[in-house]
């Protein structure tokens, strides 16, 4: 996981919400706190985390590496998970396939918090299992537990997974005490971010309602995409599934409290955080597939103990002459050659699963499947505008470029904003007044517009005063400067206006590219 997650880690470009995590990580602690009372409280912590790391080195690895690092723990916690539920084999087949998964490998390459909470949800779901299998204080799962909801509020659903294990492994009345007291101190950590975020809700209003398209692309995404791997690994679920206990290894003590099986562990992870989150988004959408990644963790283990059930069902019990026994420190061990031959055959499946899923990893790693990338946008600007232009960012968001990738915009006159965005305490800043920006607007002969897709189309009329000025005295004084002059990049238009009647002096100067600015770099046309 971590040699996938280092792969083609540095794609030369970050996207939109990425280049959120460059821009607010990169600001002060009392800053950062600020901006949280009015924007992206829900990501918080994570940008607190990020601070240090992006003061050290703001570049895409070192943006990407935490969650690299987190993916591979994720992988790591996945095969302990199944060595301790059944056996070796399951669990390192489980963590290979939750490798191998190209979902897993997205977000191991994305700057945001999605990779850390799914390694808290599989770090706290195994010391779920070690705290209701013997006498193990609930503190550790507590505090993991508060910390991942901490790092993302939905992530609060997976304590409706172990529920349903603790319920299904009949615990008894003390280790249900104890979850309950650590889940609830949880709750209770996570109300004041929950309040506070309800207020942002807004954010996320562009979610559509999900219907059952949603859940058949998760579905695709945790067990592989259409075709001979996907039927394979539901298949292998579904045996998971099957009444009766997996084998356990020779190994594992036997304990005087009731251990959660495979199936129970896995099953709830994987299917009720999702499912849960998909009937609330019916009432009030907030489904999306990154919000649920910690469910992942469940498919691989499934699949794992399928094969190793069908692999034992076929094999059936080993002949004497196959077995070795050996001492060691702790008592004799027994072992057989064909264990390893069985583990080394898994191994080699999981390999040929992965090239069938190949081209989508290949796929991943370049900027095309990514919304855009505002590197390119800044390498753009760049290249057309010079020192002392004017330029309006339609809508404001579209400003996001420049603050993350603030080299391509150096000396450039950013017309609409009052007050910059880490003193205002907001994501892009605080623009003029209507009034204001008006009488900016009409005191220029020339003027570069910067626009989102929607907002040069004749159906966008925004509600914010500010932007229906820029719309109005745009498209009212002010003309296009011939085709010639208008630029795309990764869905962003960038065009220069003039006056409808200034001098030609006035776009004179804007004829030759700035020679103190390298080119923009070629890249593939979006995908």
């Given at each position: 996981?971590?040699?996938?997650?280092?792969?083609?880690?540095?794609?030369?470009?970050?996207?939109?919400?990425?280049?959120?995590?460059?821009?607010?990580?990169?600001?002060?602690?009392?800053?950062?706190?600020?901006?949280?009372?009015?924007?992206?409280?829900?990501?918080?912590?994570?940008?607190l985390l990020m601070h240090p790391v992006l003061a050290l080195r703001a570049d895409e690895v070192a943006l990407r590496l935490p969650s690299v690092c987190a993916a591979a723990a994720t992988?790591?916690?996945?095969?302990?998970?199944?060595?301790?539920?059944?056996?070796?084999?399951?669990?390192?087949?489980?963590?290979?396939?939750?490798?191998?998964?190209?979902?897993?490998?997205?977000?191991?390459?994305?700057?945001?918090?999605?990779?850390?909470?799914?390694?808290?949800?599989?770090?706290?779901?195994?010391?779920?299992?070690?705290?209701?299998?013997?006498?193990?204080?609930?503190?550790?799962?507590?505090?993991?537990?508060?910390?991942?909801?901490?790092?993302?509020?939905?992530?609060?659903?997976?304590?409706?997974?172990?529920?349903?294990?603790?319920?299904?492994?009949?615990?008894?009345?003390?280790?249900?005490?104890?979850?309950?007291?650590?889940?609830?101190?949880?709750?209770?950590?996570?109300?004041?971010?929950?309040?506070?975020?309800?207020?942002?809700?807004?954010?996320?209003?562009?979610?559509?309602?999900?219907?059952?398209?949603?859940?058949?692309?998760?579905?695709?995404?945790?067990?592989?995409?259409?075709?001979?791997?996907?039927?394979?690994?539901?298949?292998?679920?579904?045996?998971?599934?099957?009444?009766?206990?997996?084998?356990?290894?020779?190994?594992?003590?036997?304990?005087?409290?009731?251990?959660?099986?495979?199936?129970?562990?896995?099953?709830?992870?994987?299917?009720?955080?999702?499912?849960?989150?998909?009937?609330?988004?019916?009432?009030?959408?907030?489904?999306?597939?990154?919000?649920?990644?910690?469910?992942?963790?469940?498919?691989?283990?499934?699949?794992?103990?399928?094969?190793?059930?069908?692999?034992?069902?076929?094999?059936?019990?080993?002949?004497?002459?196959?077995?070795?026994?050996?001492?060691?420190?702790?008592?004799?061990?027994?072992?057989?050659?064909?264990?390893a031959t069985a583990a080394l055959a898994g191994t080699l499946a999981v390999a040929l699963a992965f090239t069938q899923q190949l081209p989508l990893h290949r796929r991943d790693r370049s900027?095309?499947?990514?919304?855009?990338?505002?590197?390119?946008?800044?390498?753009?600007?760049?290249?057309?505008?010079?020192?002392?232009?004017?330029?309006?960012?339609?809508?404001?968001?579209?400003?996001?470029?420049?603050?993350?990738?603030?080299?391509?915009?150096?000396?450039?006159?950013?017309?609409?904003?009052?007050?910059?965005?880490?003193?205002?305490?907001?994501?892009?800043?605080?623009?003029?007044?209507?009034?204001?920006?008006?009488?900016?607007?009409?005191?220029?002969?020339?003027?570069?517009?910067?626009?989102?897709?929607?907002?040069?189309?004749?159906?966008?009329?925004?509600?914010?005063?500010?932007?229906?000025?820029?719309?109005?005295?745009?498209?009212?004084?002010?003309?296009?400067?011939?085709?010639?002059?208008?630029?795309?990049?990764?869905?962003?238009?960038?065009?220069?206006?003039?006056?409808?009647?200034?001098?030609?002096?006035?776009?004179?100067?804007?004829?030759?590219?700035?020679?103190?600015?390298?080119?923009?770099?070629?890249?593939?046309?979006?995908?």
């Amino acid at each position: 996981m971590l040699a996938l997650g280092l792969w083609g880690l540095d794609r030369g470009g970050t996207w939109r919400d990425e280049a959120v995590t460059v821009q607010v990580a990169r600001r002060s602690v009392p800053q950062i706190w600020r901006l949280l009372h009015g924007v992206d409280a829900v990501h918080g912590l994570y940008y607190l985390l990020m601070h240090p790391v992006l003061a050290l080195r703001a570049d895409e690895v070192a943006l990407r590496l935490p969650s690299v690092c987190a993916a591979a723990a994720t992988a790591g916690l996945i095969a302990a998970l199944g060595v301790r539920l059944a056996r070796p084999r399951v669990g390192l087949w489980a963590g290979l396939l939750y490798a191998a998964t190209p979902l897993a490998g997205h977000y191991a390459q994305e700057g945001r918090s999605y990779a850390l909470v799914a390694a808290g949800v599989t770090g706290a779901t195994l010391l779920l299992v070690r705290a209701s299998a013997g006498r193990r204080s609930w503190w550790p799962y507590g505090a993991v537990v508060t910390l991942t909801c901490l790092l993302h509020e939905l992530a609060v659903l997976a304590l409706l997974a172990h529920a349903v294990t603790l319920a299904h492994a009949r615990a008894p009345w003390r280790v249900r005490r104890g979850w309950a007291g650590a889940a609830g101190a949880a709750v209770t950590a996570l109300i004041p971010l929950a309040l506070v975020s309800r207020a942002q809700a807004g954010q996320i209003a562009w979610l559509p309602r999900p219907g059952t398209g949603s859940a058949e692309r998760l579905l695709h995404a945790f067990l592989g995409q259409p075709g001979p791997v996907f039927w394979t690994c539901l298949a292998l679920a579904c045996v998971a599934l099957l009444p009766g206990r997996l084998p356990r290894a020779e190994a594992t003590p036997p304990g005087p409290r009731r251990v959660p099986s495979l199936a129970s562990v896995a099953l709830p992870l994987a299917a009720l955080p999702p499912l849960a989150l998909l009937a609330v988004s019916q009432v009030r959408p907030m489904y999306d597939d990154r919000y649920v990644l910690y469910a992942l963790a469940g498919a691989p283990l499934l699949v794992a103990a399928g094969a190793d059930r069908l692999l034992t069902a076929a094999t059936g019990a080993l002949p004497n002459r196959a077995r070795t026994r050996t001492r060691t420190g702790t008592g004799t061990r027994t072992r057989t050659p064909a264990r390893a031959t069985a583990a080394l055959a898994g191994t080699l499946a999981v390999a040929l699963a992965f090239t069938q899923q190949l081209p989508l990893h290949r796929r991943d790693r370049s900027l095309l499947t990514r919304p855009d990338s505002l590197a390119a946008v800044s390498a753009l600007a760049a290249r057309e505008l010079r020192p002392g232009d004017a330029l309006v960012f339609l809508p404001s968001i579209g400003r996001r470029a420049a603050l993350s990738h603030p080299e391509g915009f150096r000396g450039v006159r950013d017309i609409a904003l009052r007050v910059p965005a880490p003193a205002s305490g907001t994501l892009y800043g605080r623009e003029a007044g209507a009034r204001e920006l008006r009488r900016r607007l009409l005191a220029l002969d020339r003027l570069w517009v910067l626009a989102e897709p929607y907002a040069l189309r004749s159906p966008w009329f925004p509600r914010n005063p500010t932007e229906r000025v820029k719309l109005t005295v745009v498209s009212e004084e002010f003309v296009p400067y011939e085709p010639r002059r208008e630029f795309v990049r990764d869905g962003v238009t960038l065009r220069l206006y003039i006056r409808r009647s200034a001098p030609a002096r006035a776009v004179i100067r804007s004829e030759a590219p700035r020679p103190d600015r390298p080119p923009a770099s070629p890249r593939p046309a979006p995908w």
